[in-house]
């Protein structure tokens, strides 16, 4: 077995939630996405996960606080580049990138970015685009490219927050890369009226 999948967020309270990092593999990482309400795990190439070649390899999770702005909740609105994260993207893998964020309503009265609110909105006033994509304005990171089979998502478009007030967003781009190294990435698009509050992203062959 080539890969793991692992857990990046169990919103589900008390002792019985999985720990950020909690590894499986195969059938039982199938169980748990269909039967845990919630959990979001994302694959990992085995060899990144047990061997990384680095702190920076295998799989990265970003949190902002109680969510971060696009920066389009004021004119102009504008594709903009927001909530940045790097990988170590390993060439001998190759393979797909694996992305997951976590949006939510910003409060109406305000686009606070990272002091938040407790009081949002169900979505009203959301619009735009949002994806992830490579982000060159990074310092350090390589010139690799993502593919453009990855989803965008309209925030017009996400129907009702789920049961914890959000939403889960995520695809998958194949990686072309000549060397390895940090890819730096971020969401990037016109959405406004939403926070983002964590991105993660891994590789894997599959």
């Known amino acids: 077995m ?5 857990v990046v967020w169990d919103p589900n309270p008390g002792l019985d939630r999985m720990p950020e990092g909690a590894a499986m593999r195969g059938p039982n990482a199938a169980r748990v996405a269909e039967t845990e309400g919630g959990i979001v795990l994302l694959p990992v190439d085995a060899a990144l996960f047990l061997a990384p070649p680095n702190g ?3 799989w990265a999770r970003r949190a902002f606080g109680r969510g971060l702005s696009t920066g389009n909740d004021e004119p102009p609105v504008v594709a903009r580049r927001f909530a940045p994260i790097a990988l170590w993207v390993d060439k ?4 797909f990138l694996h992305w997951v964020a976590r949006v939510v309503p910003a409060p109406r009265s305000s686009s606070l970015s990272l002091a938040g609110s407790s009081s949002r909105s169900e979505g009203g006033g959301m619009s735009g685009l949002l ?4 982000d060159p304005t990074q310092a350090g990171v390589i010139g690799a490219g993502l593919g453009s089979e990855g989803a965008s998502f309209d925030m017009a478009a996400l129907g009702p927050t789920d049961r914890r007030g959000g939403w889960t967003l995520g695809g998958r781009h194949s990686i072309s890369s000549f060397a390895s190294g940090f890819l730096g ?3 990037h698009g016109t959405a406004r009226g939403i926070l983002v509050e964590w991105v993660a992203v891994s590789q894997s062959r599959e």
Do not use: E, K, Y
Request: hydrophobic share 35%.
């Open 2 to 6: 080539q890969t793991r999948h692992v």
């Open 131 to 134: 994806r992830l994509s490579v």
């Open 56 to 58: 920076c390899a295998g």
């Open 92 to 95: 001998r893998v190759g393979g």
């Open 185 to 187: 990435m971020s969401l």
